[in-house]
């Protein structure tokens, strides 16, 4: 692929947002959170998503980049609040801590 991006990843973009855990539990509640891992790019995933990749996402999904959010990583999220953006991709609200160091 170029370095053009789709139409479908730039509205995604669009749609990112950065939101609180308070914010996101109601949804967790309901069982509709993905959890995206912090190397990963979260639009893309969310494309893929949309684009049905059952390859890339079961890819992921094996690799523990995403999975359905646990009990556990919500408990952490509402103690410790981390920054977390979220795309919405019907059901699914998908969310990622973005990394705090500027080292990698």
Do not use: C
């Not at 509640?29 to 190397?39: T, Y």
């Not at 990749?53 to 999220?77: G, R, Y």
């Amino acid at each position: 692929m170029s370095n053009e991006i789709s139409d479908l990843y730039a509205q995604l973009l669009g749609q990112t947002a950065q939101m609180s855990w308070a914010e996101i539990m109601p949804i967790f509640a309901k069982g509709m959170v993905l959890w995206i891992a912090s190397d990963q790019d979260l639009v893309a995933v969310a494309e893929q998503i949309i684009n049905d990749d059952k390859k890339t996402i079961s890819a992921l999904m094996q690799q523990k980049a995403l999975h359905n959010l646990k009990d556990e990583q919500a408990l952490d999220f509402q103690q410790r609040d981390p920054e977390l953006w979220a795309v919405v991709v019907a059901p699914w609200l998908i969310v990622q801590e973005r990394q705090t160091a500027t080292t990698h």
